[in-house]
Nanobody
Framework: VQLVESGGGSVQAGGSLRVSCVVS????????MGWFRQATGKEREGVAT???????RYTDSVKGRFTISQDNAKNTLYLQMNSLKPEDTGMYYC???????????????????WGQGTQVTVSS
């Protein structure tokens, strides 16, 4: 499974961005996909996940502002980010897992497949 993110950029606080992740490989039967972020000097943290049945989960700091979605016809995962704050700044990564027993939650950072990341910078 190969993952390629795009759509990052710089925006002022209160603005919006949408990042995308195109998935390719021998199969796109991802059981769970997620978005993670890492700020400079901090550990990688989970932002949102989407289960194969459509269930979504978010970390508390982005609830009501971010929306994770996927377009299976385009093999693409999205993260719509609204009302952005400076603390949302970081490298955003998408990740995937095909193991069906994997607990799909943004608290998990041990996904086996990762993209290279796309930078999001929010200025005050």
């Amino acid at each position: 499974v190969q993952l390629v993110e795009s759509g990052g950029g710089s925006v002022q606080a209160g603005g919006s961005l949408r990042v995308s992740c195109v998935v390719s490989g021998s199969t796109y039967n991802a059981h769970c996909m997620g978005w993670f972020r890492q700020a400079t000097g901090k550990e990688r943290e989970g932002v949102a996940t989407v289960f194969s049945d459509g269930e979504t989960r978010y970390t508390d700091s982005v609830k009501g502002r971010f929306t994770i979605s996927q377009d299976n016809a385009k093999n693409t995962l999205y993260l719509q980010m609204n009302s952005l704050k400076p603390e949302d700044t970081g490298m955003y990564y998408c990740a995937a897992v095909t193991q069906r027993t994997f607990w799909c939650d943004p608290s998990r950072t041990d996904f086996p497949y990762w993209g290279q990341g796309t930078q999001v910078t929010v200025s005050s």
